[in-house]
Nanobody, 127 residues
Framework: QVQLVESGGGLVPAGGSLRLSCVAS??????????MGWFRQAPGKEREFVAH????????HTADSLKGRFTISRDSTQNTLYLQMNSLKPEDTAVYYC??????????????????WGQGTQVTVSS
């Protein structure tokens, strides 16, 4: 069974930065074959797409509203996915989730297309 564990969340003032990490493990899991993504869920709202990255890291896509501030990356030698978040705003406050799709899947912004999820890490941006 694939396991995803996020870390790096916390409390940060507006304008600050955070880097989230997601370490993958489990079974016959081969991280480098999985499309990976980040989603977030603010209180009282639906879980929304943040960014995804292809299985080989060759292509990334970030939600239009977050482009220029958020960057997704991966290090397959460390089985780790990252989300660099800069110029944070109070509206970025949410629980951030790491997610993975089965091997060699196509990229997707759709939450239900992802097969594996982490437990989430809280990001709180103070004004």
């Amino acid at each position: 069974q694939v396991q995803l564990v996020e870390s790096g969340g916390g409390l940060v003032p507006a304008g600050g930065s955070l880097r989230l990490s997601c370490v993958a493990s489990g079974g016959t899991f081969t991280f480098s074959t999985y499309v990976m993504g980040w989603f977030r869920q603010a209180p009282g709202k639906e879980r929304e797409f943040v960014a995804h990255i292809t299985w080989n890291g060759g292509m990334t896509h970030t939600a239009d509203s977050l482009k220029g501030r958020f960057t997704i990356s991966r290090d397959s030698t460390q089985n780790t996915l990252y989300l660099q978040m800069n110029s944070l705003k109070p509206e970025d406050t949410a629980v951030y989730y790491c997610a993975g799709r089965r091997p060699f899947s196509s990229v997707s912004q759709v939450r239900d297309d992802y097969d594996y999820w982490g437990q989430g890490t809280q990001v709180t941006v103070s004004s």
